[in-house]
């Protein structure tokens, strides 16, 4: 039995593999909007028989976005657009997920392909926020420091946009607690000096995360899953590590999160990441095995053998992958006839299915 394709139930949504598309910016979006970009991307994911499919970092509001050109969901004017992607991600049989984020000190910044550093004002950027006034090095924007009130704002950003997810017809919500944004900024040390209740202890600075998911989960149905990307480590010393995430992650596990996204990095500018083959996997097996939560692993997956061994071995429940799905959207197809597992092709694409001979001709 190949384990990589048997299904994954996560509350009332059924995965119909562990091959989930790692939400990837496209940095393709006018004021935060949706368009064809989008469509035939995720799309392409979808008939190339992805089980769910996380939308790319999707900003709760316009100072939360990376670059001017990110996706947004702070207005109801965006669902529309979404809406129509969902259905076609729905038809083909994959899940529709989102991840909402806030890049709190690390927005406002040029897409890659556009330039380096900080978008200015005049040019389409904007003041940005973060826990404390510290920039994350000294090519990115100087944050002022959320006040009591941004902090109640930036809960309720979340709150609504988790909102208009489920109008969008999203299945899945994945926060976006990790890579050195707004809420991983709150849980590291190395980036929360805050005197308040939101800085300081563990308790303190896991505070905002804690909010942010009970807000989610006041509006996300109960039947619906929720999952949390978070960066089990800082890879520096004093930091946020591996420890912190176990900690953390029982904590989410008894809140309504159902699943743990396991990154590293992020946070702290040139962190020394010994980055090779399946080098976060180890996170997710350990999370998973102290917490008893499920967990994806993530980074640098990029074979069917490798996918199949992680969760085989049940050091992860999913794998997420990335840039190999940007070279190989059909990758999950191709995974399946590569460990000889039995897959639905698109009805549209069964004559190329690979080993079915018939004399039928082009018609
Ligand atoms: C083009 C691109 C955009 C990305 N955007 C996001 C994002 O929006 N949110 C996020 O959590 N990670 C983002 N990532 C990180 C990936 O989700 C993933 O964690 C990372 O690339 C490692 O996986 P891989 O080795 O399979 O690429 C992005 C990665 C790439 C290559």
Redesign the pocket.
Known sequence: MIKLFEPLALRSVILKNRIVV?????YSAEDGFANDWHLVHLGSRAVGGASLIIQ??TAVSPEGRISPEDLGIWKDEHVPMLQRINAFIAAQGSVPGV?L?HAGRKASTFRPWSGEGVVAESDGGWPVVGPTDVPFNDNYPVPTALDANGIRKVVDDFRTAAGRALEAGFKVIEL?G??GYLLHQFLSPLSNQRTDEYGGTFENRIRLLLEVVAATREVWPENLPLIV?LSATDWTEGGWNADDTVQLSAMLKVRGVDLIDC?TGGNVPKAPIPVGPGYQVQFAERIKEETGILTGA?????TPAEAEAIVASGQADIV???????REPYFPLFAAQDLGAEVQWPAQYERARPHVHTAAGPR
Do not use: D, K, N
């Open positions: 790692s939400p990837m910016c496209q790319e970092a991840q984020a976006h990790a890579h990307r990154s993530v980074g640098l997956i990029t997420l992958l990335a840039r190999e799905f940007l």
